[in-house]
């Protein structure tokens, strides 16, 4: 990203070098500055995962020849379901005439966490299948993950709706290094078969 400069001011910001000058390509970066043109540093402090937070607004500044991006600071995304309000705060319905909710973070977490149980119960859905048809036990190995599935989805969610902040809800999902180098999270994992 480049950034071109006028009277100490970032006027323009774009990818390309040839937005600026179709000369601007062929330049080094002393004929760049000489033109006002700047490669954009970027200031990510402030950035945070956009799963959890609503990013702030970039913005540019110019000073000691560098321009920088910078961005406002992250504020969470709702935690619990909000009911959708148009701009003049009033309620907005469906074609049937229900509110219309807007999932929070704990219900689009749930759900995908439920998404996962169900993908993994798939594969072994077939043994439920063959047994409701034609009676054939299923192995004791299979029923005891289908089961092992369920609880971890179970106690998922319930870590997921405990967390009280969105900062703890972010911290279920963060892995970090422990002992012998692997890595976990606190909202653990799903059982393999």
Partial sequence: M????????VVKVNSSLASFSKAAP?????????????EVEYNTANLKDERFYINGAESFTFANDKVIAS????????????????????????DEGKQIVVPGLKTIEKKQIKAQAAGLLQST?????????????????VTAYRTAVRAKSNEMEVAI??????????????????????????LGEFPKL
């Fill in 161 to 186: 709706d405990g967390a009280a902040s969105v900062e703890a809800l972010e911290a279920l999902f963060n892995y970090t290094k422990g002992a012998n180098d692997v890595s976990s999270r606190p």
């Fill in 125 to 141: 859905d077939w043994y439920v299948v063959r047994k409701a048809e034609t009676g054939t036990e299923i192995p004791a190995e």
């Fill in 2 to 9: 480049y950034a071109k400069v006028e009277n100490n001011k």
């Fill in 71 to 94: 961005y406002a600071p992250a504020v969470g995304k709702s935690l619990v379901d909000i009911n959708a309000v148009d701009e003049d705060n009033q309620p907005v319905l469906d």
């Fill in 26 to 38: 062929a330049w080094d970066a002393a004929q760049r500055a000489a033109n006002g043109i700047y």
